[in-house]
Each structure stands twice: as structure tokens, then as C-alpha cells.
């Protein structure tokens, strides 16, 4: 078991930078697979980035690639997101969640999620 909490979202105007961070609690943080989704007003989830336990493995969404950095630091439990050169399509509420082995881009692939952090990003 693993709870998840997001934070770092904002409203930011585009072309700005926000950090996100996931802080998980447990031991076993080492051991799981983290991804960043997001959702927007009307959307389904979507996937943003992935990153395996060592960080050996990391994909991106075509849409992200560039300009987002998915990174994990398994001493301090926490998974980031640095969102570089943000578009106002990037507003959307970030989630983070875990899941038991390999990388995997699918919602209904991961088994733990945090409530969510709000992005706005205003043109």
C-alpha cells in the first residue's frame, strides 16, 4: 500500500515553469513504477510521463516531450514533474500514481492514486 500527495500546481501564464512534486509514504517507494497523468475539464485521463524504480526507463507523451522532465528521488519517497514552456493546453488537474512492475502508460494500469493538483496556465 502507498498513499500519494501531490503538490506544486498554480496558475502560471504560458511560457512559465512549475515543479511538481509527489511525496509517497511507505517503504517500498523504491519498488514502484510512478507516472504523472492529467485531466482536463471534459476529458478523460491522460497520460504525461512514466519513470521505472531506478529511473533506468522513462517515457513521455509525444505532446510533453522537450519540455517536460519526470524525476524521482527514492531517498526523500517523492516523484517530480518539471514543466518547462507551459501552454494554456496544459491546464489540467496533474495526478500521480504508482504501480507494481514494468513501465506502462495505460490509467487502468496503475493501482494508487493522489487527489490531484490543479494547472492553469493563461495565454
Known amino acids: 500500500q502507498v498513499q500519494l500527495v501531490e503538490s506544486g500546481g498554480g496558475l502560471v501564464q504560458a511560457g512559465s515553469s512549475l515543479r511538481l512534486s509527489c511525496a509517497a509514504s511507505?517503504?517500498?517507494?523504491?519498488?514502484?513504477?510512478m507516472g504523472w497523468f492529467r485531466q482536463a475539464p471534459g476529458k478523460e485521463r491522460e497520460f504525461v510521463a512514466a519513470?521505472?524504480?531506478?529511473?533506468?526507463?522513462?517515457y513521455y507523451t509525444d505532446s510533453v516531450k522537450g519540455r517536460f522532465t519526470i524525476s524521482r528521488d527514492n531517498a526523500k519517497n517523492t516523484v517530480y514533474l518539471r514543466m518547462n514552456s507551459l501552454k494554456p493546453e496544459d491546464t489540467a488537474v496533474y495526478y500521480c500514481?504508482?504501480?507494481?512492475?514494468?513501465?506502462?502508460?495505460?490509467?487502468?494500469?496503475?493501482?494508487?492514486w493522489g487527489q490531484g493538483t490543479q494547472v492553469t496556465v493563461s495565454s
Open positions: 519513470i521505472v524504480w531506478n529511473g533506468g526507463i522513462i
Open positions: 511507505g517503504r517500498t517507494f523504491s519498488s514502484y513504477t
Open positions: 500514481a504508482a504501480r507494481t512492475g514494468g513501465l506502462r502508460a495505460g490509467v487502468n494500469e496503475y493501482d494508487y
